[in-house]
T-cell receptor, first 112, second 117 residues
């Protein structure tokens, strides 16, 4: 039972353009959502999060949007830079618990 | 802040052998987590500790797996009688208890990659 799904295994974007990564979830009890970034041979690194009481959170080039009715969240990166090339995981949790449920990941490649 | 440290980085073992991994969390973090990541998948929760108490175990954690955090600092994850299906990246993470209040989510180590031949 995959409660958090990232349906795009990979995404290729030109440098300077916007990257949009998508994530869908099925458990309506999830109330906290996060994005992690992972480089090869390293552990995931926290990027940005959003609580279910909000629909948008912004941090520099990164913005996360949450659509609770659609059970969908997205991460926007603008402008995209070569250093953004990595695997991006969305994750969710219930009731403030720190047990995170992760999606399968999307490999983002930024082309010069 | 030296980050979460995991040892070893890589482990190759033969089927049926026992292996043990170590995790040293960020020093002021009282919560410690173990996750497992297989190829093409996201990390999956295995277990977590609040100080020395193991508060939750996933059904993924079979009887061959045991985790300890004896003094509430470092933790070990042991796999007995390893099987080829145990081959994965084992990730450790730590956080303070009230991470949502302080917006301090899980901090992951670089993992231990286990290969069972």
């Amino acid at each position: 039972d995959q409660q958090v799904k990232q349906n795009s295994p990979s995404l290729s974007v030109q440098e300077g353009r916007i990257s949009i990564l998508n994530c869908d979830y099925t458990n309506s009890m999830f109330d906290y959502f996060l994005w992690y970034k992972k480089y090869p041979a390293e552990g995931p690194t926290f990027l940005i999060s959003i609580s279910s009481i909000k629909d948008k959170n912004e941090d520099g080039r990164f913005t996360v949007f949450l659509n609770k009715s659609a059970k969908h969240l997205s991460l926007h990166i603008v402008p995209s830079q070569p250093g953004d090339s990595a695997v991006y995981f969305c994750a969710a949790s219930v009731g403030g618990a720190q047990k995170l449920v992760f999606g399968q990941g999307t490999r983002l490649t930024i082309n010069p | 802040d030296t980050g979460v440290s995991q040892d070893p980085r890589h482990k190759i073992t033969k089927r049926g052998q026992n292996v043990t991994f170590r995790c040293d969390p960020i020093s002021e973090h009282n919560r410690l987590y173990w996750y497992r990541q297989t190829l093409g998948q996201g990390p999956e929760f295995l277990t977590y500790f609040q100080n020395e108490a193991q508060l939750e175990k996933s059904r993924l954690l079979s009887d061959r797996f045991s985790a300890e955090r004896p003094k509430g600092s470092f933790s070990t994850l042991e796999i007995q009688r390893t099987e080829q299906g145990d081959s994965a990246m084992y990730l450790c993470a730590s956080s303070p208890s009230l991470f949502r209040v302080y917006n301090s989510p899980l901090h992951f180590g670089n993992g231990t990659r286990l290969t069972v031949t």
